[in-house]
Every structure is written in structure tokens, then in C-alpha cells.
């Protein structure tokens, strides 16, 4: 099992929560966060990408004007193995833009996952279907 874990733009939630739930993963959480990257980010540079009013491919030089935190939602599913390229690829074609604060997607073992009502442990505790034969 693996916990895929997204940190993506505020703007594209809604989307995301539909894309996962067409693919097949309807059991996720979502939090809101803040956080930044590697570079300072002008709050107002950023929100003006994000709606499209200009492209964020030539303005990379421009978002370095302090070191502001932005509004993000992390999005975590603990999936099978074999889930995970899926997640990925429904998370990366729902959020990519090509612009700068696309986000990150983080994938991580899992040992063990208990169901707190059940007791089910395992691969049966996280998929459905893993239980019906």
C-alpha cells in the first residue's frame, strides 16, 4: 500500500475531488494548507496566472518579492500498490498547467492500515473490492 499525497492550487480542488472520484478513488482527505516553494512568490502575480489574465511562462524573474505563504489544499489517499499510476496520472492531468505552484505529488510506503470499525487490517481495510471475490 501507498499514501499518494498532493499539495495543489486552491483553484483546482473541486476538479481534482471529480477526476479522482471518475477514476475510481472516491475515498480521500483534503486539507487546506499554506505553504510555498523554493522561490518567493508575489501573492498577486500568482492569483493573476492562476486566473489566466497572463502567462506564467515569462515570469518566473518577477514572483521573487518575498517569502509570503500561499493558500494550497493537500489531498491524501492511501491506495494498493498498483493504484498509484493511476492516482498520479489523475492528479498530474488535473492540475498541471505548466505554470509555476502546479504543485507537488509525494508518494510513501504504508505499512499497515487498520478499519476502525471492522478491525479489518491490510489491503482489505483500504480497498473495497480487495474483499469481494
Do not use: H, Q, Y
Not at 26 to 44: H, I, Q, S, Y
Not at 67 to 92: A, E
Amino acid at each position: 500500500m501507498k499514501e499518494v499525497m498532493a499539495i495543489i492550487r486552491m483553484n483546482k480542488i473541486n476538479a481534482t475531488k471529480s477526476a479522482l472520484v471518475d477514476a475510481g478513488f472516491p475515498a480521500f482527505t483534503a486539507n487546506r494548507v499554506m505553504g510555498r516553494g523554493k522561490k518567493a512568490l508575489d501573492k498577486e502575480l500568482v492569483k493573476a496566472i492562476d486566473s489566466g489574465a497572463i502567462d506564467g511562462a515569462d515570469v518566473l524573474p518577477m514572483i521573487a518579492r518575498g517569502p509570503s505563504l500561499m493558500p494550497k489544499r493537500l489531498i491524501s489517499l492511501i491506495v494498493p500498490d498498483n493504484c498509484v499510476p493511476d492516482v498520479v496520472k489523475t492528479i498530474m492531468d488535473t492540475n498541471k498547467t505548466g505554470n509555476p505552484g502546479d504543485g507537488k505529488i509525494f508518494v510513501m510506503p504504508i505499512l499497515d492500515v487498520v478499519r476502525v470499525r471492522t478491525g479489518e487490517a491490510g489491503i482489505t481495510a483500504v480497498d473495497e473490492m480487495s474483499g469481494k471475490k
